[in-house]
């Protein structure tokens, strides 16, 4: 079976450029959630939804950050504008029954 | 809030010595404990874990026994190989959804 997909891997972009990280749950899975691993402050959870729906974004960052999950098998991550101190790496995790979350191998994003 | 202590590392071993990384946790209620690998330029990928007081997860030749009396989940192995060389987070979620997770601790293994 494929495991949480992510889309690019690695990203490079300007101060001021909008960015947008995909991400692909493993099927049947209806919860999704974004986190972003830094340095600084570890991994911290932006956002989750269940069954397409946002349940809990009191993580994100700040107006700029923004996510959506049209359906059950694509859910979009978006910084506009971005800016140097959202470099980081973003990992897309998904869960079915039970407790455990599934990560996929991340997008790294360096905003020049 | 809940939280997750991990010991500091880097932690440096030999190949074959033992291994134990300290976790530490406080949450309200009975929450479930993991401990992801993530290994360099990877995702997290779970390793172990155990939702009840004295349960043991294992997995790999590692284990860690939920202590609900010391609220630990320490994790263990007898013989440490060079592969294992990466960073292991220690993680909690009270409902199954916001996992909290320790600072990372790295661990390297020389030959």
């Known amino acids: 079976d494929a495991g949480v997909i992510q889309s690019p891997r690695h990203e490079v972009t300007e101060m001021g450029q909008e960015v947008t990280l995909r991400c692909k749950p493993i099927s049947g899975h209806d919860y999704l959630f974004w986190y972003r691993q830094t340095m600084m402050r570890g991994l911290e959870l932006l956002i989750y939804f269940n069954n397409n729906v946002p349940i809990d974004d009191s993580g994100m960052p700040e107006d700029r950050f923004s996510a959506k999950m049209p359906n059950a098998s694509f859910s979009t991550l978006k910084i506009q504008p971005s800016e140097p101190r959202d470099s980081a790496v973003y990992f897309c995790?998904?869960?079915?029954?039970?407790?455990?979350?599934?990560f996929g191998p991340g997008t790294r994003l360096t905003v020049l | 809030g809940d939280s997750v202590t991990q010991m500091e590392g880097p932690v440096t071993l030999s190949e074959e010595a033992c291994l134990t990384i300290?976790?530490?946790?406080?949450?309200?209620?009975?929450?479930?404990l993991f401990w992801y690998v993530q290994y360099p330029g990877e995702g997290l990928q779970l390793l172990l874990k155990a939702t009840k007081a004295d349960d043991k997860g294992s997995n790999k030749g590692f284990e860690a026994t939920y202590r609900k009396e010391t609220t630990s989940f320490h994790l263990e192995k007898g013989s440490v190989q060079v592969s294992d060389s990466a960073v292991y987070f220690c993680a909690l979620t009270a409902y199954g959804n916001k996992l909290v997770f320790g600072a990372g601790t790295i661990l390297r293994v020389k030959s």
């Open positions: 300290n976790c530490t946790y406080t949450a309200t209620g009975y929450p479930s």
């Open positions: 995790a998904s869960r079915g029954r039970g407790d455990t979350q599934y």
